[in-house]
């Protein structure tokens, strides 16, 4: 690294060795807020993404009728939700309408799959009664209609009770989501400084985002503070990556914003 802070910087800068390639600035330190980066290589396990990569939204499968997924392992009352609740509320909630209407972050046949939690009491009687219906909301995000969709299904019955649509929700990205931001700011002109940077740290080409540590944040606009290209963000799912070379520095990359509703990537200026 002291070589390419020389090349770089001209310079060496205590505490931290940098390397800048236009924009992106390589940190030897971890950047404020993400400490907890993906260790998992950013591939997106466990979600919709890639599953029907190069399908379009509209693409329709032949029907087949399903069994009902296996009960397996089951919790009581207020304990967290076992894995095997988790894989069957997963496939429970998403079918039918939202299976075949819903598009994945990479244009795939499915809303995004987020994340499945216990879900609360429905009334203040259910809170202290040990038999009380047992729920779990399954959230997605659904790409062609920027809608936040949760499913609250019952593991007793394994009946969906609801199903809300929410704009301008925006949770926290999913590892697939951030795998796609990577991807599309890899694939754009803005990614060359990302590009140059990981080279200088590896001697190797940026390709692909499984060779990067991934973590990213929602990104909201705000009135006149960013290009007009990232003005529907928050209407827009819009991601800010923080990424980290494998066993190496972390790249900022703060200034780039990735519109994954409009696949587009965009600058912010520095003020």
Request: proline share 6%; hydrophobic share 35%; charged share 25%.
């Amino acid at each position: 690294m002291h070589e390419i802070v020389r090349r770089h910087l001209g310079k060496v800068v205590a505490g931290a060795a940098l390397a800048v390639a236009g924009t992106a600035v390589m940190v030897g330190i971890t950047l404020p807020g993400t400490a907890g980066a993906d260790e998992g290589g950013g591939k997106g396990g466990g979600t919709q993404a890639g599953q029907q990569a190069g399908q379009g939204p509209d693409a329709v499968r032949p029907g087949v009728v399903e069994r009902a997924p296996a009960e397996g392992k089951k919790g009581t009352g207020r304990d967290p939700l076992t894995g095997d609740e988790i894989r069957r509320v997963e496939k429970i909630a998403l079918n039918g309408q939202l299976l075949n209407a819903g598009e994945t972050v990479d244009g795939g046949r499915g809303p995004q799959r987020l994340g499945v939690d216990l879900a609360d009491p429905a009334t203040a009687d259910e809170l202290d009664d040990p038999n009380a219906p047992r729920r779990a909301d399954v959230t997605f995000y659904d790409y062609k209609t920027d809608e936040l969709v949760t499913r609250t299904v019952d593991l007793d019955t394994g009946k969906v009770e609801r199903t809300t649509r929410q704009h301008g929700v925006q949770p926290p990205l999913s590892r697939a989501e951030n795998a796609e931001a990577a991807r599309l700011l890899i694939a754009d002109p803005l990614g060359a400084d990302l590009k140059a940077d990981y080279k200088d740290a590896t001697g190797h080409e940026l390709t692909s985002p499984d060779q990067l540590l991934l973590n990213g944040a929602v990104y909201r606009a705000i009135p006149g503070g960013q290009p007009g290209a990232l003005d529907k963000c928050g209407e827009h799912r819009c991601v800010r990556l923080f990424p980290k070379v494998k066993n190496g520095p972390w790249i900022d990359a703060r200034w780039f914003v990735v519109d994954l509703s409009a696949r587009k990537v965009a600058r912010l200026d520095r003020h």
